[in-house]
């Protein structure tokens, strides 16, 4: 009997070709999606753990007010510990951009060459890729930094600049303002003697610790040290240093997403193969009955109605994974973390559990869905399918006296096509849900770029490493000191800044009192925290936790800062009564650059908005054509299978004289309220499970976003959907007047 079943399925597939190409074709495109995101994250993830254990990435670095002796030095390393001096100058490069000069490595932190060699003799310079890219610059071309003429000998990368950040409290790659570059010892001196650098050496050292201790101990070390003479001004292991690994961190969040993403679109599509699994059995009930009373069991029907849908699911399976590791699948999802970190070239790496998700894990769903679905239709008595005896009392049975026929004849209509409409509305959120994200990061793009230049107010803010004992003609002093806080496993920093009540460029009502803080708006949306509630900071310096009150929250998008009265922040890290070392200002103070740490101006942060636009516009286009794709082919499949399912009715009502627009009217403009109720459902609830999700995705960026949607980007969303919903409308008519009356024949008894 099974091989007269098995020979069914070629049939059955011929005869339901477009029921099951389509869900398949869903299926393709879904693990397509799945492999190529996941693909992309397992490429960069282990290319780049690869890559910085063979280019020797740093355990950790340390930087000082002067340089360690060479007795200090030679201490260290009797210690076992590997030290390299990466000692760096910011000088003006091309298109008024900032180039930041390092000395060639030799230990630590090894260059990644892509084109060319690194810089052997005086005059020759390596850059980094996407610096070099955005500036049109290739091996061979010239530069001039600070009136110094170099010629490109090589582009590439550093393991410790995976993210180009200027300043660490970044959150925002500018690959086109902000780059670096490699030249011979000879050349580093020579420039920093001419003393044209917009601020003063940076003396950072990086280390292997070489198994001899771990960052503790020699942390420990370094203070006992140098704490009394004040030398040591940051110490940062490589897993809390966000420049280090940060594509792979990026992309930690990506895989877990993708992974639990496959799985609940593939529930999905394999129940939509499972409606149309019912719907064949439903229509070879009597079938079905005679293969019971000719002895057929239950067990081999489940296993032929289960064949069909679990090839179907592999091969859609083996075809999205064969295409999400294709070049138009890793490598094209790849791209966009390629252009925005800085990472070495990386060959895709081809993850055996990935493969087997993507080609075992749809038919393993696809069985477990389809058996659970379809049970109950194969339990059925025999004589009722033998007489094929449909239960629909629940529909007939309903008193609706206050409607006329129509609407009566539409809720019945619906109630019988319950379960195909809980899958267009299951389907409905879940391509919501990939919409949302899409929107999410629409709003994010809109409200950084506003925010961002209205909360910024003053135009230059200059840091500083040696502070004057006055402050600046024109400026505004303010005391900022960096400290800790983790969320979501990533130890983020966040500014506190001390400012007087009266300063300009802050709407910081700071009050006195050591405890009490006004946090900015990202402060509060990045951790959730409003005024009243206590907020705990790590001050990693000092190796103390430090405990404040939120008094309130003051507009500013533009980074994690807490405003704190600048009298009491002083006294309560033990500074004097007139220290500062920050300077707001609105125009350019005339300032020793051998005193500045950094520079950054207002148009900086705009700068830093526009960058977030141009990296988000690729994935919102994606994202919202997914979830349109996604909603439309679901909606016009269940569409299809409830006209189908009502075929010998409406043959009926064609011979009864009931014309197509008539029978459109009875039997799928019903639908509409199913849509039109399921989406007023469906659009806030997708927004506020994705308003819950976003955060996690970006947990490793240090800007607190904004995700609230404008009213008119709901109104839109519905209207969309409204509009699908039309044109399949007018497609099924079509369906509809293909009907033949010869139907009520076929289902005579």
Request: proline share 2%; glycine share 6%.
């Amino acid at each position: 009997m099974q091989k007269i079943l098995r020979k069914r399925i070629l049939r059955d597939l011929k005869a339901n070709l477009f029921y099951y190409l389509a869900p398949g074709f869903l299926i393709v495109l879904g693990m397509y999606l799945v492999v190529s995101f996941v693909g992309a994250a397992d490429t960069v993830i282990t290319g780049v753990a690869e890559k910085n254990q063979l280019l020797q990435v740093e355990d950790g670095q340390f930087s000082v007010f002067v340089p360690l002796t060479e007795k200090e030095e030679n201490d260290l390393v009797a210690a076992g510990i590997t030290l390299e001096e990466q000692f760096y100058l910011d000088y003006h490069g091309r298109n008024n951009s900032v180039v930041r000069l390092f000395k060639n490595r030799k230990a630590v932190n090894l260059a990644s060459v892509d084109e060319g060699r690194m810089p052997v003799t005086a005059g020759e310079i390596f850059l980094e890729k996407h610096y070099a890219r955005k500036n049109q610059l290739t091996t061979g071309s010239q530069i001039t930094i600070a009136g110094r003429l170099f010629k490109v000998t090589g582009i590439g990368t550093l393991p410790d600049y995976d993210a180009v950040y200027q300043e660490l409290s970044d959150s925002i790659v500018e690959s086109e303002t902000f780059g670096f570059g490699l030249v011979v010892p000879a050349d580093y001196e020579m420039m920093k003697t001419a003393g044209q650098a917009i601020k003063s050496e940076s003396f950072t050292y990086a280390y292997h610790l070489n198994g001899t201790m771990d960052d503790s101990d020699l942390k420990k070390k370094l203070k006992d040290t140098y704490y009394d003479h004040n030398k040591l001004t940051a110490f940062i292991t490589a897993a809390n240093n966000p420049r280090i690994a940060a594509s792979a961190d990026d992309q930690v969040i990506t895989k877990i997403a993708g992974l639990i993403a496959g799985v609940v679109v593939m529930i999905l599509f394999t129940y939509i193969i499972s409606v149309f699994v019912i719907h064949t059995i439903d229509r070879e009930r009597p079938v079905i009955g005679a293969l019971y009373a000719l002895g057929v069991t239950k067990k081999d029907l489940m296993r032929y109605y289960l064949t069909l849908p679990v090839i179907i699911t592999v091969l859609g399976g083996m075809i999205g994974t064969a295409i999400g590791y294709s070049q138009w699948g890793v490598n094209l999802q790849m791209a966009e973390s390629l252009n925005y970190f800085s990472v070495p070239n990386l060959a895709t790496v081809y993850s055996l559990p990935l493969l087997l998700y993507g080609i075992v894990m749809p038919a393993v769903v696809a069985a477990v869905v389809n058996a659970l679905v379809i049970r109950k239709k194969l339990s059925q008595n025999v004589l009722d399918l033998l007489s094929n005896r449909e239960n629909s009392e629940q529909a007939a049975t309903i008193t609706l006296k206050r409607f006329g026929f129509v609407r009566r004849f539409q809720i019945r209509q619906m109630i019988r096509e319950a379960r195909t409409s809980l899958t267009v509305v299951f389907g409905l959120f879940i391509a919501l849900l990939i919409m949302m994200l899409g929107l999410n990061c629409y709003a994010v793009c809109s409200h950084v770029s506003l925010e961002n230049k209205a909360d910024t107010r003053f135009e230059y803010m200059y840091s500083y490493k040696f502070p004057t004992e006055a402050v600046p003609e024109g400026g505004v002093a303010a005391f900022g000191k960096t400290l800790k806080k983790e969320v979501f496993g990533y130890n983020l920093d966040v500014t506190l800044l001390g400012i007087d009540a009266s300063n300009p460029y802050f709407d910081a009502a700071v009050t006195k009192g050591q405890n009490k803080v006004i946090i900015s708006s990202a402060v509060a949306r990045k951790f959730g925290l409003a005024a009243g509630d206590v907020l705990v900071l790590n001050d990693e310096e000092d190796e103390k936790l430090a405990a404040f009150t939120v008094d309130g929250v003051t507009a500013y998008a533009s980074g994690l800062f807490v405003f704190m009265n600048l009298a009491d922040m002083r006294d309560y890290f033990g500074e004097t009564d007139t220290y500062y070392n920050i300077v707001f200002s609105d125009q350019p103070l005339n300032l020793e650059t051998e005193r500045l740490n950094n520079v950054t101006t207002r148009e900086d942060s705009v700068k830093s908005a526009n960058v977030f636009i141009s990296q988000m516009t690729s994935l919102i286009i994606t994202m919202v054509a997914v979830s349109l794709i996604l909603l439309a082919v679901v909606m016009y499949l269940m569409m299809q299978v409830m006209v189908d399912r009502s075929a010998f009715g409406v043959a009926l009502m064609k011979i009864f004289g009931y014309r197509s627009k008539e029978l459109r009217k009875l039997y799928i403009n019903g639908n509409f309220y199913v849509i039109a109720v399921g989406a007023v459902i469906s659009i806030p609830l997708a927004k506020w499970v994705m308003d819950q999700v976003y955060p996690i995705l970006v947990s490793n960026v240090a800007v607190g976003f904004n995700l609230s949607f404008p009213w008119w980007l709901y109104a839109g969303v519905y209207g969309m959907i409204l509009f699908l919903y039309l044109v399949i409308n007018t497609l099924l008519l079509q369906r509809l007047k293909k009907i033949s009356h010869a139907e009520v024949l076929k289902n005579r008894e």
